[in-house]
């Protein structure tokens, strides 16, 4: 829903306010227990979504370790739009990656107004995970997600799928 810009309406002692859906959870900080903003007795009334522009195309892709119901080694969901053909709005979330879901804002900036090709969305990812810090046993998830990613937005633009594996 972060791709999709979602917006979150919450209801208060002191009355109702909204948030977008991203404002919604927290970093761990000093307070590992809490994953949301919600104080005690505030309720998630409703979720927003506004419709998508024609010609936006949207998809989401989950990798896990088996095919049951296990939890996503990594996740991402991407909303494109393209026009006279370039990338005119685009947003990437990633899953699994974080405490929280991560919106790809410097990969974003790096693809829109571009036209769309694989070594785009390669450069733009690999731009977002520049500054990513990864476990020892997780840095695997680095190429996983560029690969994922450069697949899903090229699925979406209608553009080559090979990626490096």
């Known amino acids: 829903m972060a791709a999709l810009n979602a917006t979150v309406n919450i209801r208060c002692f002191d009355g109702a306010r909204t948030l977008d859906i991203a404002d919604l959870y927290v ?6 227990d809490r ?23 949207s998809g989401y892709r989950k990798v ?17 739009e393209i026009a006279n053909d370039r990338v005119r709005d685009v947003r990437i979330t990633l899953g699994a990656v974080a ?5 790809a804002r410097t990969a974003e900036d790096v693809i829109r107004g571009e036209q769309p090709s694989t070594t785009l ?17 997780n840095a695997y998830k680095l190429q996983l997600v560029r690969n994922v990613t450069v697949r899903l937005l090229s699925e979406l633009c209608g553009v080559g799928t090979d990626v490096d594996r």
Do not use: C, K, M, Q
């Open 99 to 103: 405490p929280r879901p991560w919106r």
């Open 35 to 57: 994953e949301t903003v919600l104080e005690p007795g505030w309720l998630i009334e409703s979720v927003d979504l506004r419709p998508p522009s024609p010609g936006t195309r």
């Open 64 to 80: 896990r370790d088996r095919a049951s119901f296990a939890f996503a080694v990594t996740a991402v969901a991407a909303v494109v």
């Open 27 to 32: 970093l761990p900080g000093d307070t590992p």
């Open 121 to 137: 969305f390669g450069e733009a990812i690999a731009t977002e995970l520049n500054s990513a810090e990864p476990l020892a046993d």
